[in-house]
């Protein structure tokens, strides 16, 4: 797996693909800079180097060119991160962007226009890459967010790099840390696997039965499980359709020695709301008109002790409604178990979309090994797909 160690990027100009899809507010002011950040020790190890960076990204999710997809919005705020100019083109491909490239120098960074104002950069156009490709000598893909993607940027442009090409540093840590968990994980190795449908984690579940040593399963999946296994579930949700299948990863798991917990109780209530009333219950007993929003306090304690054990732990989905106040605490003890585990020597991973921001929510970001910061990526990867722009750069 090449990464930066294995270049001098003196006097190189390296095209760098990075995720810049940051959020902005009204006033076109970045509210999260977490990427631009995140993408900062690629580009000053370069700089450092005495060679030059040539960015590239997408912005949104823009129709043909449009003002408010710009990346000039934030020229800025990079400027302030990386305390240095940041020059701009303004197509990322074209005469313009090409002599702006030429034209730089050692210890300089051009950001080039957002590369979805064309429609070539995710049919995965391989003119377009190629014209891409003209704008540097060593091409880098640092941006795991759209590693799963064969568009232009991600995958096709590396054609045009058969040897000098390389992952970043956050997309290398991103592979580095997916393969602790999911290969060469210290033993016991525990997935906790939340969120609100069965049918949405399945492929993963059935990939990481093979990895795994425990597998938590909790938030609304739960509920096919128990409601398959016979309990009552009253109002909470559940997919009928996919009981059998939950039959049969139980099956699965036991075959293979994997212990799968379930939550044992619930907190349910009578409303999808914070105001809503509650009562704790056994998950198999749950009343109808309520329904469980979140882990109860014996599967909160039996669910610590779980992590407690294990030496490897990967996070993917929130125990409970989190987002209401009312159904967040299994997910914070989940967090907080996770945090104690992991000061205690385990690697912990969190992974996919809501576990994110749920764990920055919290303020357990520091207290994890590594949060991921590709929702779709990750969730691909882990159901043991191999990400195309992942595989352009190994092939
Ligand atoms: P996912 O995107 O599949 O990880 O699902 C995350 C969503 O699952 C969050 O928005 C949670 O509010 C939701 N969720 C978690 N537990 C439950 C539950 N018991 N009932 C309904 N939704 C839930």
């Not at 991600?154 to 592979?175: D, M, N, Q, R, Y």
């Not at 619930?266 to 309520?290: L, M, R, Y």
């Not at 469980?292 to 992590?307: H, N, Q, T």
């Amino acid at each position: 797996m090449k990464t930066l160690k294995d270049f001098n990027f003196k006097d190189k100009k390296a095209l760098i693909r990075v995720d810049f899809n940051v959020p902005l507010n009204d006033d076109f002011q970045v509210t999260d800079a977490t990427r631009i950040v995140s993408a900062k020790p690629t580009i000053i190890k370069i700089l450092e180097d005495g060679g030059s960076c040539v960015l590239m990204s997408h912005l949104g999710r823009p129709k043909g060119v449009q003002d408010e997809f710009s990346l000039k919005h934030i020229i800025n705020k990079i400027e302030d991160i990386y305390g240095v100019e940041v020059k701009f083109a303004s197509d990322c491909v074209g005469a313009e962007a090409e002599e702006k490239a030429n034209a730089l120098q050692p210890g300089e960074i051009l950001l080039l226009e957002n590369l979805r104002f064309h429609e070539e950069e995710t049919k995965g156009d391989k003119a377009f890459a190629e014209q891409l490709s003209k704008l540097g000598d060593i091409y880098v893909n640092d941006a795991f967010g759209t590693a799963h993607r064969a568009h232009a940027s991600t995958t096709i442009v590396a054609e045009f790099f058969p040897v000098s090409k390389c992952f970043g540093s956050l997309l290398a840590k991103e592979i580095e840390s997916i393969k602790k968990v999911m290969e060469d994980g210290e033993k016991p190795v525990l997935a906790v696997l939340g969120g609100a449908k069965v049918s949405s984690k399945i492929t993963i579940i059935e990939n990481i039965l093979e990895k795994v040593d425990h597998l938590i399963i909790g938030g609304g999946m739960t509920f096919t499980f128990i409601k398959a296994q016979g309990g009552k579930i009253g109002d909470s949700i559940c997919e009928d359709d996919k009981m059998e299948l939950a039959i049969d990863i139980l099956k699965q798991a036991e075959e293979k020695g994997v212990k799968i917990h379930l939550p044992v109780d619930v907190v349910a209530a009578n409303a999808f709301s914070n105001d809503a009333e509650t009562q704790i219950c056994d998950v198999k007993q749950i009343p109808d008109g309520w329904q469980g929003l979140d882990a109860g306090p014996k599967s909160i304690e039996l669910f610590d002790d779980v992590v407690n054990q294990c030496k490897t732990i990967l996070w993917n989905g929130p125990l409970g409604v989190f987002e209401l106040e009312s159904f967040a605490k299994g997910t914070i003890e989940l967090g907080n178990s996770i945090a104690n585990s992991t000061k205690n020597g385990a690697f912990s991973l969190v992974g996919g979309g809501d576990s994110v921001a749920a764990v920055k929510q919290f303020g357990f970001e520091d207290k994890v090994s590594y949060v991921s910061t590709g929702g779709g990526a990750m969730l691909e990867s882990l159901e043991g797909k191999t990400l195309p722009g992942i595989a352009a750069i190994l092939g």
